[in-house]
């Protein structure tokens, strides 16, 4: 039987989603029972980008379930640095491992490596596109803390034509009903026209503003940070004048609304004053966790392993 992967976070329908964050909560719940249900099972992490969150929690999940890791951290170490494809490395690391995360600066790579694979492989970010786990990692933050996702309006801030964790959080986000979408962001970082086709295509209430202040933040209810993604820029310089575009700080979050959750993938630069992490409403840290259990819950699912009640 083919494999199955996970390339974006549509590729699962919005029953089996709701199915893996039911997974991902008793996880949570119930960490023990699922502790030895990936014995003898190897994951391997192949990461040719920097990572910390997304390689170390996939680490951690597999080990948490009993299973072995193995892989490489950057692409310095890896035979890519000798010219090798990304279809040769994976019909090899197939013979080595019984599932693949995979991040790779190209968009559409990990797709290329899925089309050539014995096992499943798990998109962990390709270059600008998509980043289908953070989104996971997100889907059950705020399924655990708000209890839903329809009505919800969602407002996203910062570099969100780069930001891949928005692109793909915006389109899992769509499939929920009376959604609405606030995009925040300087004139030059708007979201991609594609994710604003597809925005406008679907009917689905939207608006681009550039500044967060009170007027903006009225009605969110959650507020998604993102940092300036630096290594896609074409330049520094443009980078330097946009890397402290928005600070969300003290004062900006005394005039949010009460119940507004403020999430972020991380690594976070400046863009939430450190000062803001002792706020109930600061969530990013347990979303970081949430990550881990969404990542077991994934792991289980694509290895087609179920644990008994
Ligand atoms: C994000 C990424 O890699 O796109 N980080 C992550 O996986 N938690 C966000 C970012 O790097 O800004």
């Known amino acids: 039987m083919a494999p199955r992967h996970l390339m974006s976070p549509l590729d699962f329908t919005v029953e089996e989603l709701d199915k893996l964050l039911d997974l991902g909560n008793d996880i949570e719940k119930h960490p023990e029972k699922y ?43 890896s035979s890519a640095s000798k010219g090798e494809s990304v279809s040769d490395t994976i019909r090899v690391v197939s013979c080595y491992a019984d599932i693949v995360a995979m991040r790779h600066p190209k968009e559409g790579a990990p797709l290329v490596a899925s089309m050539k694979s014995a096992v499943p492989v798990i998109n962990a970010g390709d270059g600008g596109h998509q980043h289908p786990t953070q989104t996971l990692t ?41 959604i609405r979408f606030v995009l925040i962001s300087p004139e030059e970082l708007r979201v991609p026209s594609y994710v604003r086709d597809g925005l406008k295509a679907g009917g689905f209430p939207f608006q681009e503003v550039v500044a967060l202040n009170e007027e903006t933040m009225k009605d969110l209810d959650i507020l998604y940070m993102t940092r300036a993604q630096r290594e896609r820029f074409f330049n520094e310089e443009d980078y330097v004048r946009m890397k402290d575009f928005y600070i969300l700080d003290r004062e900006k979050m005394k005039i949010a609304p009460e119940g507004m959750l403020v999430l972020h993938p991380l690594p976070r630069v400046n863009e939430i004053a450190v000062e803001v992490d002792d706020d109930p409403r600061a969530v990013y840290f347990r979303q970081a966790q949430y990550g881990v259990y969404i990542r077991m819950a994934l792991i289980l699912t694509l290895l087609g392993i179920s644990v008994d009640a």
Do not use: W
């Not at 249900?37 to 990461?47: S, Y």
């Not at 040719?48 to 996939?58: C, D, G, I, K």
């Not at 933050?141 to 910062?158: A, E, P």
């Not at 570099?159 to 929920?176: M, N, P």
């Open 35 to 77: 502790a030895h249900a990936c014995e003898g099972k190897r994951l391997a992490t192949l990461f040719y980008e920097p990572s910390t969150r997304t390689r170390l929690s996939f680490e951690a999940a597999m080990m948490n379930l009993g299973g072995k890791v193995l892989g490489f951290a950057s692409q310095d170490s």
């Open 138 to 178: 997100d889907l059950l933050t705020i399924r655990s803390l708000k209890g839903h996702f329809d009505g919800l309006t969602v407002g996203f801030c910062g570099d969100l034509k780069f930001g891949r964790t928005v692109h793909s959080l915006i389109e899992a986000l769509c499939r929920y009903s009376g």
